[in-house]
């Protein structure tokens, strides 16, 4: 495999139940031999193809290069197996690294364990060679590696994406329970709502809290793309990195995002505590969208379209409190019973999209 070779095989991480929606995100981008999987899907293309799925995919947590396979049946097996890649194609003697390891069905089942033996194999193939080894930077390293065990096959990957691509950028101090803004991207998706901005509709978020789901329907109906703001990502210091293409793709993506803004839709965030609408307007701020997104501190009990949002029908999507016990329930009742006629007095003709987003989503 070249880096340049248009058969490089891929693997996009998603989280759960969104896989078919980064399936067809792929094709959009024109990755080919797309394969959904359940915990994300395959595709392939050259080494562009992999950064820009590093910088447009919004509903992916990482890319993956995949660089090896074995069987791994034992932590000896691991280690030598891990030793037999040329860790010098990646990394620099004086440089840093960190490790991620799953396993699912596989004698070696302790996460530290195997991370710490993947370590120790990189590391000791360079003390050996060049009389010193790379550091361990958990944060953000020159190279992620990705170890994955099913049964007894290891496969052996670097991380293209460094650090988890719900990162955009732009969230700076984030809500209590925050939503994931690759979960806000899927959510979304679901509701048509690149669609509808086509059309011309706007989109309400009368419960918006930090403002993530307004400014993803921003970044989407302006086709701007969800990484552009990122400064890190884990092929910046990867000695296979090409940055005359990394550089050509931002140039594009920040020409696309001017262009795209020209031709937004309208679209609102509101919020009852004043707090949550502060925060969503200093991300507003760093995404550049002021001007493009209208906040505003308002009760659910007074929403009604904004002026601009006259003429055609949009998207009101929220995620409305729920309880946990009980007691919360009733005492939520009179809050959806509220919804309910609110969006029936006040929003005929637009589409609706309630959802709850559970303690292990945020």
């Known amino acids: 495999m070249t880096l340049m070779d248009n058969s490089i095989t891929f693997f996009a991480v998603a989280p759960k139940g969104v896989e078919n929606l980064l399936v067809n995100e792929l094709k959009n ?13 395959y595709f392939q293309g050259d080494l562009e193809m992999g950064y820009r799925a590093c910088l447009w995919l919004r509903t992916a947590n990482r890319v993956l290069l995949p660089i090896a396979s074995f069987r791994a049946e034992t932590p000896e097996d691991l280690y030598q197996g891990v030793q037999n890649i040329r860790w010098t194609e990646h990394l620099n003697p004086n440089g840093s690294l960190a490790v991620d390891f799953k396993s ?48 007894d096959e290891a496969t052996i990957s670097l991380d293209l994406s460094g650090e988890s691509l719900h990162k955009r950028g732009y969230r700076t101090e984030p809500g209590e329970a925050p939503l994931k803004e690759n979960l806000a991207a899927a ?13 011309g509709g706007g989109l309400i978020d009368p419960m918006t809290g930090s403002g993530t789901l307004p400014i ?18 884990g092929f910046l210091n990867w000695k296979g990195h090409r940055p005359e293409i990394w550089e050509r793709l931002l140039e594009e993506a920040g020409e696309r995002k001017s262009a795209g803004l020209k031709k937004l839709p309208p679209i609102v965030g509101y919020d009852a505590d004043s707090k949550g609408v502060k925060s969503a307007v200093v991300s ?17 009990a007074v ?21 946990e016990r009980l007691g919360e329930i009733r005492e939520l009742r009179p809050l959806y019973a509220n919804i309910g006629r609110r969006l ?15 303690r292990a989503h945020v």
């Open 216 to 233: 993803e329907a921003a970044l989407m109906a302006a086709d701007s793309a969800p990484s552009l703001l990122r400064d890190y990502f």
């Open 303 to 323: 929403c009604v379209p904004h002026p601009k949002m006259k003429d055609v029908p949009g998207l009101v999507v929220l995620n409305p409190p729920y309880g």
């Open 284 to 300: 507003l701020e760093r995404v550049g969208l002021r001007g493009f997104i209208h906040f505003e501190r308002r009760e659910f």
């Open 29 to 41: 981008l024109g990755a080919g031999e797309v394969k959904q999987s359940r915990s994300g899907a």
């Open 187 to 199: 959510i979304l998706m679901r509701s048509n709502w690149p669609e509808i901005a086509r059309r």
């Open 104 to 151: 699912s069905r596989s004698k070696i089942n302790h996460t530290r364990y195997g991370a710490l033996k993947v370590k120790d194999a990189i590391v000791d193939q360079f003390r050996d060679q060049f009389g010193k080894r790379p550091s361990v930077n958990r944060s953000r390293p020159d190279i992620r590696v990705n170890v994955y065990l099913l049964g």
């Open 344 to 358: 029936k007095d006040h929003f005929r003709g637009w589409r609706a999209s309630l959802f709850k987003i559970g």
